[in-house]
């Protein structure tokens, strides 16, 4: 499912339902905030999330309605990184 949020489609926190998948937190701000490492920020305190972004039978993505800056730089830094070793690696093309 994907993570773009918003007219910006920067990369957005998150916390998906799968029937059957045990979860403290499925498709809750609390799982959301879980992903971001940061749980206990202030930044994330609030109710700005959305548990029906896309509904598919036994699967639920939910995400939380924010641009963190934060998050979305460092996808983009992960995703130049891998970039550039497959460059190196001769596998550009698989990019």
Known sequence: ASR?????RLI???SDRIDGFKD???NAMQ????????DNSPM??????NATVAVD?????????LYDVGMASMFVQ??????ELARL?????DV
Do not use: I, N, T, W
């Open 12 to 14: 957005s926190l998150g």
């Open 4 to 8: 773009a949020f918003g007219p910006a």
């Open 44 to 49: 994330y305190d609030g109710a700005f999330f």
């Open 78 to 83: 992960e995703a130049e990184s891998l970039s």
């Open 57 to 65: 039978g036994a699967f639920a993505v939910g995400q939380m309605e």
């Open 31 to 38: 799982g959301a905030r879980y992903e971001s490492g940061l």
């Open 89 to 93: 690696l001769g596998r550009a093309v």
């Open 24 to 26: 403290a937190a499925a």
